[in-house]
């Protein structure tokens, strides 16, 4: 019941548990209802929106599943940083990190295999 009571006095642990759901919610609407054409909403890069509909179908889906896969795992990471760490700064600022890291690779992981797949 420590655990628990750490947890829920801690203020900072709210923004993850608010916004990284509400992230997860985005990728899976993405992924089932991907947008058709390339316009203002969903994954853009120059490399998503180069050389037509097939490319852009592919990236919206695969980066709605790396997005999805990478949230979630951000939200139990975030999760055990502040069950172990008693000091709500460190664990905010290794929250604050790991967000970082987790936002990143999706797109990186995106962006390779548009190349792989994509460039002759």
């Known amino acids: 019941m420590d655990i628990l009571e750490n947890i829920i006095l801690q203020p900072f642990i709210f923004i993850p548990l608010i916004s990284t759901p509400f992230f997860i919610i985005m990728a899976v609407v993405m992924l089932f209802y991907p947008p058709k054409t390339i316009g203002l ?66 797109i990186i992981t995106t962006e390779r295999k548009l190349k792989s797949k994509f460039t002759k």
Request: glycine share 4%.
């Open 41 to 106: 909403i969903g994954y853009r890069t120059p490399r998503s929106m180069e050389n037509g509909q097939e490319v852009w179908d592919f990236a919206q889906k695969y980066s709605a599943k790396q997005f999805l896969l990478f949230q979630t795992i951000y939200l139990f990471t975030t999760v055990l940083t502040f069950i172990h760490f008693s000091n709500p700064v460190y664990a905010w600022l290794l929250a604050i990190a790991l967000n970082i890291i987790f936002a990143i690779i999706p």
